[in-house]
């Protein structure tokens, strides 16, 4: 971890999330380590299947800027021999309600981008009355079950591969919605997804595959806003209007040009539709 740190002081400074207040929640399962942003109103903050929080930097600069945002570590993320307790999607959601507890933050709004939009969608439907308000991005009424989701399962799941594959760094080019020359944001990406274990990741994906609401979606209570790349691979325009109409106060975002990693791609767009959800 402290490698990915000193490569985004060195060459990505600019998609750090700036200096932030740390420390670990010590939690019944792991040590979640948070970081705090900015000063506000809270905003909690859930990162997706790999990059952890340090992923989420230019969306939680932006956020900072009206918003405290918080933002903490899965299970997993700093240290992958929590598999050898094996766990599913119900416990990742506990540890996200002890967090919020660990915190003293009784009904804040949470945003989930990917993975972890997932967990705070299932949060919404098991416990309604802790959100204030849930805004999700990259995630749908189910998982779209195509031949790069596939691939990638097959991959992630079979092979030990370096950190610099071209067939997997390819995968991660298809997120983008568009072809993504090398450069900085390209390089950020992939370095800082390839700090998450091959093995975490593999974890995460079979949980997001697995993922099916069904009728559950309907539980969820709190306004919600979904957003969701019209270039998402992951989620269709389809999946997002499905969500949006089983929740009883929802309305959807369809961001133009974006792909599934809106969130670093193009962070403006989804703090602006933030922001228009929570403050406007």
Not at 31 to 46: D, F, I
Not at 102 to 114: A, C, D, M, Q, T
Not at 253 to 271: I, K, M, Q, S, Y
Request: hydrophobic content about 40%.
């Amino acid at each position: 971890m402290q490698a990915s740190l000193d490569w985004l002081m060195e060459s990505g400074a600019e998609f750090s999330p700036g200096v932030g207040r740390s420390g670990l929640a010590h939690l019944t399962h792991y040590s979640a380590r948070y970081c705090v942003w900015g000063e506000g109103p809270p905003l909690v903050l859930v990162p997706g299947l790999a990059g952890g929080y340090e992923l989420l930097g230019p969306l939680a600069r932006l956020l900072a800027q009206d918003f405290q945002v918080i933002s903490y570590q899965l299970r997993g993320e700093d240290d992958c021999f929590a598999l050898r307790r094996r766990f599913d999607r119900t416990d990742l959601v506990a540890d996200l309600r002890e967090f919020l507890d660990w915190f003293g933050l009784e009904r804040p709004p949470i945003l989930g981008v990917s993975f972890g939009g997932v967990l705070a969608l299932e949060l919404a439907m098991r416990w309604p009355n802790r959100l204030q308000s849930l805004v999700t991005q990259g995630v749908g009424a189910r998982f779209e079950r195509g031949l790069l989701q596939q691939v990638a399962g097959w991959v992630l799941s079979r092979y030990p591969l370096p950190s610099n594959s071209p067939f997997v760094n390819q995968f991660f080019n298809l997120l983008f919605g568009a072809k993504q020359e090398p450069g900085p944001l390209f390089e950020f990406v992939t370095r800082q997804c390839w700090q998450t274990d091959q093995s975490v990741m593999t974890h995460r994906f079979q949980l997001v595959e697995s993922f099916d609401p069904g009728g559950r979606l309907s539980r969820v209570q709190t306004p919600t806003l979904a957003m969701a790349g019209e270039r998402d691979l992951l989620v269709s325009s389809q999946s997002l209007r499905d969500l949006v109409c089983s929740i009883g106060d929802a309305r959807r975002v369809a961001l133009p040009g974006c792909g599934h990693l809106a969130f670093v791609t193009h962070p403006e767009r989804v703090a602006a539709e933030v922001r228009r959800f929570l403050i406007d």
